[in-house]
């Protein structure tokens, strides 16, 4: 579906150049449901940014590959690459009231996006309409679409958002931290709906998130980005229970668990404003060894797990010393 | 007040099912802005009335004596005493402030000290020009520099951006006059593209008869299509002096708010739906909107009355032209007629603008 091959990113700034993506790689297959987690400024937005095209000067991608269906979107000229977006794939927002357009009402939105992808009459346009906030569950859609979107709350205006999204019923959706911006007690419902749609669907998702919970709970598979690059990936199932890198060992352990005292991962992200050489984790890093200074861990496969298509980045030999690691 | 409604905020205290609970809170529109129209036109009177109080003592505390300028240098002390009494300078002051405002209230502005003429009379006859001039020259520097601004937005940080910030400060650096002279010296003298700047109307031309004042409506009127001819070729250079400095200052501001609209999340949102590049300019233009009008609202007050230069320059006769030599005259209750005729006509533009603004913004309500 979705196959990204040494991604690079940058941002010229006043201060210097930002390698914001780093060669990174990864796949989102037929009817998965990809992850993507790090921390801030680990480069999960940008990733998804460059995949869609969206990266504006300072920035820009300078190298790599993403391969949809067939046709490379980093070399897709602006015209064909936007007609891609919003189409076939379906992008949900961050943040709904920063996303929806506060002057414009419900209706324009719906309309503007489906003629940005072709003819349609009016009637034509609010009916289909009318289904997808159906779908998302929207139970008074005739005035949702008459309104505008200060009149919603977070979490019906994030239904208006994945409605926008799946309205063209593109084949993959990337969502950008879905549920941030929404109470808590929202977050579940409209992770349970985006989930639903996806599956029912049988489309293929690539979901950027900060919360394990959320990758636990609805992915096949997890990229950990670290830096500007995949340190590792794999099924979830495998990842989480026996992490190999010493960074998701370490953002597992980050997660609060009952009774147990929470073990917070010190230091900072490194800032991406100078081409980092060696291992951008080994400040960090407990296992850190002098090959980590000078030498860029390459990302590679786990052989006993080559099966399940795992991979990591780390110069440990992470199938013995990381779970020992972990383990003690 | 307009006040902008927060975005609420999800608070379903209990997990709601499958369908998210309907929270479409809808004020009545229609009814609350004929309430915000009203209170803001009460305002009105209140503010006028500080005006009014200011400019009595501010021309009061002007330096000069109007009757030692009337008379001139060579008048003898009688004589002076003498045009003091008939001006009625020679009343004590609060007397003076009290007629004056009694007088304000009926519309009446006094007579000019100069020329005899009611100075209610004359704002009505200088001030059409002035609106003519300021509506042709801020139409055209909206469209150009909006347009420049919009472009630079768009391009922000790379070359057109560079080149139109260049071009901006450059003229907003430069003197309105020094570019109505330029335009004279090149267009006027050297090109012979425009009439000579002496006044709205040629020598061969006449005057139609004033039904609206405003030249151009009234030439419609009459029918006198050579004329309307002349007056839009003689109003050329004026309307493009002002209008480029004008330009400067909308293409600087729809920069700035274009440029930040581009970077926003909406405007991200949009393309990642796929909506064409124009479609996108259109949501950053619609961001972008409120700041650009109240830019727009504080020129068209600025305006009129105060492009004196530019239309001394062109012997526009319009309220500007007509204020200054006021001014320098010391004519008091011409000074005074002209700063609460252009302080009330600010204050009907920013109500406008207050009006269009809740009017364009759904998300302003008119508690």
């Known amino acids: ?31 998965e449901i990809v992850g993507i987690v790090g921390e ?12 869609l095209g969206l990266i504006r000067p300072p920035g820009a991608v300078v190298g790599g590959s993403a391969m949809f269906d067939g046709t490379d979107l980093l070399k897709l000229p602006g015209r064909a690459l936007r007609h891609i977006r919003g189409a076939r794939i379906g992008f949900i927002a961050q943040n709904p009231f920063g996303a929806l357009n506060p002057i414009l009402n419900i209706e324009a939105q719906f309309a503007n996006v489906t003629r940005a992808h072709g003819r349609a009459d009016r009637a034509t346009i609010r009916q289909n309409a009318l289904e997808m906030l159906k779908r998302v569950g929207i139970a008074g859609p005739e005035r949702v679409l008459d309104g505008y979107a200060h009149e919603l709350s977070g979490g019906m205006a994030q239904r208006v958002v994945i409605a926008l999204a799946l309205l063209l019923n593109p084949s993959l959706v ?3 931290e879905p549920t941030t911006a929404l109470d808590v007690t929202v977050q579940r419902q409209i992770l349970d709906l985006i989930a639903g749609l996806i599956r029912e669907g049988r489309r293929s998702m690539l979901i950027v998130t900060h919360d394990l919970g959320v990758v636990a709970q609805y992915c096949d598979r997890v990229v950990v980005m670290y830096s500007g690059r995949v340190v590792e990936e794999g099924p979830v199932a495998t990842v989480f229970t026996r992490p190999l890198h010493p ?8 997660v609060p668990r009952r009774g147990e ?40 496969p786990v052989a006993s797990t080559n099966p399940l298509g795992r991979t990591v980045a780390c110069h440990l030999d992470v199938e013995r010393e990381v779970p020992a690691l972990a383990a003690g | 007040m307009a006040n902008v409604v927060q975005a609420n905020s ?17 004020p009545s529109r229609s009814g609350g802005f004929l309430r915000l129209v009203a209170r803001r036109l009460l305002l009105i009177p209140i503010s006028m009335f500080f005006v009014i109080t200011f400019s009595y003592f501010l021309v009061e505390m002007m330096p000069g004596d109007p009757a030692l300028a009337i008379a001139g240098t060579t008048a003898s002390e009688r004589e002076v005493t003498i045009i003091r009494q008939q001006l009625g300078l020679d009343r004590p002051f609060d007397e003076r402030y009290a007629s004056f405002i009694a007088g304000v209230v009926q519309g009446d502005f006094g007579i000019s000290f100069f020329d005899g003429q009611s100075v209610r009379e004359s704002i009505f006859r200088f001030l059409p020009a002035s609106l003519e001039l300021m509506v042709l020259s801020l139409s055209l520097a909206a469209l150009i520099g909006i347009s420049i601004g919009a472009m630079a937005g768009y391009f922000r940080r790379r070359a057109p951006d560079s080149i139109a910030r260049i071009g901006i400060t450059a003229l907003q650096a430069v003197p309105e006059f020094l570019i109505g002279l330029l335009l004279i010296f090149t267009v006027f003298y050297l090109w012979r593209l425009a009439p000579p700047p002496v006044g709205r109307l040629g020598l061969s031309d006449s005057y139609p008869d004033p039904v609206t004042r405003f ?38 501001v729809s920069r700035t708010t274009i440029g930040a609209a581009m970077e926003s999340r909406q405007v991200q949102f949009a393309r990642a739906c796929g909506l064409s590049e124009f479609m996108v300019l259109r949501y950053a233009l619609l961001q972008a909107r409120t700041p650009i009008l109240t830019y727009a609202a504080i020129l068209i007050g600025t305006l009129v009355g105060g492009a004196s230069i530019i239309e001394t320059m062109f012997a ?13 005259a010391l004519d008091v209750p011409a000074i005074q007629g002209f700063i609460i005729a252009t302080g009330l006509f600010s204050m009907l533009v920013y109500l406008a603008l207050d009006l269009l603004v809740a009017a364009l913004d759904p998300r302003v309500t008119h508690e």
């Open chain 1, 1 to 31: 579906m979705l196959s990204v091959r040494d991604l690079e990113t940058r941002f010229v700034t006043r201060r210097g150049v930002v390698y914001a993506a780093n060669g990174v790689s990864f796949d989102v297959g037929d009817g």
């Open chain 2, 316 to 328: 526009w006769q319009g309220l500007g032209q007509w204020g200054l030599a006021s001014i320098i």
């Open chain 1, 174 to 176: 990337v969502a950008d």
């Open chain 1, 40 to 51: 801030s400024g680990s480069g999960k937005s940008v990733t998804i940014s460059s995949v």
């Open chain 1, 261 to 300: 005292p929470i073990q917070a991962l010190g230091g900072r992200v490194p800032d991406l404003l100078s081409k980092p050489v060696g291992c951008a984790f080994r400040h960090r890093c407990a296992f850190a060894k002098p090959r980590c200074e000078s030498e860029t861990p390459e990302i590679r």
């Open chain 1, 247 to 254: 960074y998701t060992l370490a953002l597992l352990r980050a």
């Open chain 2, 215 to 252: 030249l151009f409506i009234d030439l419609i009127i009459a029918g006198d299509w050579d004329g309307l001819v002349s007056a839009l070729h003689r109003a050329l250079l004026p309307v493009l002096t002002l209008a480029i400095g004008t330009a400067a200052y909308f293409a600087k």
């Open chain 2, 10 to 26: 999800d608070a379903q205290s209990s997990p709601a099912p499958v369908a998210a609970q309907q929270r479409v809170a809808k």
